[in-house]
């Protein structure tokens, strides 16, 4: 083996050796010790990754399932072109004109022979083989839907309106006014009363109005052609959500204080590099520790009888429980209890509705959640009264997951949905009279839910095989028996397509990227695409075992990957790296290609230079059910390094790792990690590196920390526990703090902070690395490149042996 000295892993600029590409029939991962004739450089891996392939991205079905429509990168440019790919034929550019043809999210009519879709706002209409558009506003459409009676509803923020399917007539079903309603023409003190009584004339002029607008109204409800008068809605508040039943008589609106606003009070992002020569000050998102996010007012309209029904919140169980009770009296807080703030539950990951109305019926059902994160209702609705039932009430004392919410109508009596009270996230049924029943169980976590057009099955991903191992399935909804559909034994999602004979899957094993694949059911996996360059295909990558540590805290073991040296001799002894992916919620320990694919390209490196490289699903990631990821509830940062600890043990175990002789780094939740790990047990990594990295979680977003940690005025216990800043006096090992000072997602400053922190407590042993022009996610080559150079001659001064 040709090992390249630390000069040339860093500067280095080796080409991959060109090899025969394997056949799509052959196995998509090598052996997991390969042969290296040209060893990795941080040059190539850092490179701009269209070396590595442009893949298919935004994958759907055409709406006749003869093709498969996507994008991909132009190579070397930042623009995407979409292509037509006939599922027995080559791919072929789509030319632009007809980018409008064809859409992701495609609604059929009841009988499947119209469909309709949004173009750029606009809405566009197909029927047999004609496409046609049927609106050009200057304001884009915001959402559509077809009526019982074969018309076409649309709305914008502030107006509801139908159309024929042919582009026929089109008329304005409500409009919303953000505006107190006007007040009635009725006198309203004493002078204007006794003004009345006492003159004939007076008297007389108050009647004509009156009748007057008596008689507009009767024209109106009597002449769709006139415009409706608008349904005032008041001042203070803006719509969230549109929602219109089928029928098209009623409709869902969602409204939330004008005031309520993401965007931070007094912060501001400095760009330095700003294209006129000046700093330019980026406004930000709010902290945690300041935001005031509020819940929602729901209102029912009735368009028929132009009444305003307000949605309360006494049909959730539960939804008055002071269930922050323990939290306060823990810090001391005597805050008496609040009403609790509620909103349409916002699913990190499911692209539908959180109100969905039955296909054919004006029937509602509603999935809430609380805004304190510990409660989660999916509840039907009595359209005329405003009144809500509990059909079901996910309550968690840490947090309600924001995954796994998905729900719909099975039949007009009968609610399907996810849900982790089990402690996994499970398949159910509910009757709206009846109790839950489960059609999927066990230590597997399901999601992406697809009800087929016959109402007879609910297709879904799960992992009941291997945590690290996706396949689809599919339950009859009549006798729960389960077929598992796919079994490529990787990462993938699916589509079914229009015809329900075939399935769509975007699918990646540990060293192959994603690539498209047709299976019929019943069927095979057939490969669509062939988007990965060869110069990728060609290298003999080094796949990762997936392995499961024992746990010293519980008794899931701690599924990691795992790189072993090149020529790896158990008589030895290695240097090790703990790698900690970000997000904290995320899988990274599975059998597909991984999103960080930069890191996984620097681990075989590392691996090529004699490192054993060990990637963890800590306590907290993905995929391992409710418990796994609720164990960091208001003490983020130790049980994680606890799991590091067991990794360490473990490959000092069996795959001869020299304890003294452990690095770690990450980035984001990673790079909070490796601070804490350094700062709380610094016994445990002799080096670590922290990537754009969270010091204090006051400074983070609401959306995340909230569910985790509550909020720093609630809860300062948690926040001083899990936030590193406040355990930084126990540095005593190298560290490395790389931060992007365009970051709108961890500030600069966090790294800042705790700098001047560093200093204060005279701790000499750090340096940092500043990116100016970077975002969260490096996008520059040259800054990538900087970063990992930088990490690596880390790593071989302070774990490679004198």
């Not at 959402?143 to 076409?152: E, P, S």
């Not at 007012?297 to 009444?307: A, G, H, K, S």
Request: charged share 25%.
């Amino acid at each position: 083996m040709l090992v390249l000295g630390l000069s040339s892993v860093l500067f280095g600029c080796a080409q991959l050796a060109p090899q025969t590409p394997p056949s799509p029939s052959e196995p998509l991962s090598p052996p997991s010790q390969p042969q290296i004739t040209t060893p990795l450089t941080l040059k190539q891996i850092m490179a701009d990754p269209d070396w590595i392939g442009r893949g298919a991205k935004n994958a759907f079905w055409a709406i006749d399932g003869d093709a498969i429509l996507y994008d991909r990168k132009r190579a070397g440019s930042p623009i995407s072109d979409r292509y037509h790919h006939p599922i027995d034929g080559d791919a072929e550019l789509l030319p632009l004109p007809q980018y409008g043809w064809h859409s992701d999210k495609v609604q059929a009519n009841v009988d499947h022979s119209a469909w309709i879709w949004l173009y750029e706002g606009q809405l566009m209409v197909r029927q047999g083989d004609k496409i046609k558009q049927l609106t050009q506003d200057p304001e884009p459409i915001t959402g559509l839907r077809w009526l019982n009676d074969g018309r076409i509803a649309f709305w914008r923020s502030d107006r509801i309106e139908s159309i024929a399917a042919d582009g026929g007539q089109r008329r304005m079903l409500a409009q919303l006014a953000m505006e107190a309603a006007p007040d009635a023409d009725e006198p309203k003190t004493y002078l204007a009363r006794e003004q009345r009584k006492l003159s004939q004339f007076v008297d007389m002029n108050y009647r004509h109005a009156k009748a007057k607008e008596a008689h507009r109204l009767a024209r109106i409800a009597a002449d769709p052609r006139l415009l409706p008068d608008p349904f005032y809605l008041g001042s203070s508040e803006q719509v969230a959500e549109l929602s219109l039943s089928p029928s098209g008589r009623y409709l869902l609106v969602a409204l939330i204080d004008k005031e309520n606003s993401w965007r931070g009070e007094q912060d501001i992002m400095p760009d330095y590099l700003d294209k006129r020569g000046y700093v330019n000050a980026v406004k930000v998102r709010a902290r945690v520790a300041e935001a005031n996010p509020a819940g929602q007012r729901l209102v029912i309209l009735d368009l028929e009888q132009r009444t305003t029904t307000p949605i309360t919140w006494e049909g959730l169980s539960g939804f008055d429980e002071d269930v922050l009770a323990p939290i306060k009296q823990e810090n001391g807080t005597q805050a008496p209890a609040t009403v609790r703030a509620i909103r349409l539950i916002q699913d990190w990951e499911w692209q539908q509705s959180a109100a969905q109305w039955h296909d054919a019926e004006d029937r509602l059902a509603l999935m809430l959640e609380a805004i304190d994160n510990k409660d989660r209702w999916l509840a039907t609705v009595d359209l005329a009264k405003g009144r809500l039932t509990t059909q079901h009430r996910l309550h968690d004392p840490e947090w309600v997951n924001y995954t796994h919410n998905e729900f719909g109508w099975l039949d007009t009596q009968t609610l399907y949905l996810l849900s982790e009270h089990s402690g996994y996230s499970h398949l159910y049924l509910k009757p709206l009279d009846g109790k839950l029943k489960a059609l999927t169980d066990g230590t597997q976590v399901v999601s992406n839910l697809t009800l087929s057009r016959d109402k007879r099955h609910l297709y879904y991903t799960a992992n009941p095989n291997h945590p690290g191992q996706y396949e689809v399935f599919r339950v009859a909804v009549s006798d729960g028996r389960i077929e598992q559909l796919t079994d490529l034994k990787g990462m993938l999602s699916y589509q079914l397509s229009p015809d329900e004979t075939q399935l769509l899957l975007d699918y990646s094993s540990r060293t192959r990227p994603e690539e498209l694949y047709i299976q019929s059911i019943g069927g095979t996996a057939r490969q669509l695409t062939h988007t990965t360059e060869a110069a990728y295909l060609n290298y003999p990558w080094q796949a990762p075992q997936v392995i499961a540590v024992p746990s010293s805290h519980q008794e899931q073991p701690i599924y990691a990957r795992l790189y072993l040296p090149t020529d790896y001799d158990p008589a030895k002894q290695y240097p090790a790296v703990i790698f900690n992916h970000g997000a904290g919620y995320l899988q990274n320990a599975h059998y597909g290609f991984s999103k960080y694919f930069r890191e996984y390209m620097f681990h075989n490196l590392l691996a090529q230079q004699g490192y054993v490289v060990m990637d963890m699903d800590y306590r907290g990631s993905k995929g391992y059910g409710r418990d796994w990821r609720t164990a960091i509830y208001r003490n983020m940062g130790h049980p994680e390094v606890d799991d590091l600890r067991d990794g360490i043990d473990w490959m000092v175990a069996n795959v001869s790792v020299d304890r003294q002789r452990v690095g770690t780094y990450g980035g984001s939740y990673g790079g909070f990690l490796t601070f804490m790990a350094l700062f709380t047990q610094p016994d445990l990594f002799q080096a670590g590196a922290a990537l754009r990295p969270v010091t204090d979680w006051a400074h983070y977003n609401y959306g995340y920390t909230s569910n985790i940690l509550n909020t720093p005025e609630l809860d300062p216990i948690a926040y001083r526990r899990s936030s590193p800043i406040y355990h930084a006096e126990g540095l005593q090992k190298p560290l490395l703090i790389m931060a992007g000072v365009l970051d709108d997602n961890v500030f600069f400053q966090d790294s800042v902070r705790l700098v001047q922190r560093l200093i204060e407590l005279e701790k000499p042993m750090f340096e940092t690395a500043i990116y100016p022009v970077e975002p969260h996610g490096f996008r520059q080559p040259y800054s990538w490149l900087d970063e990992y150079r930088r990490i690596f001659r880390l790593f071989e001064e302070n774990l490679k042996a004198e």
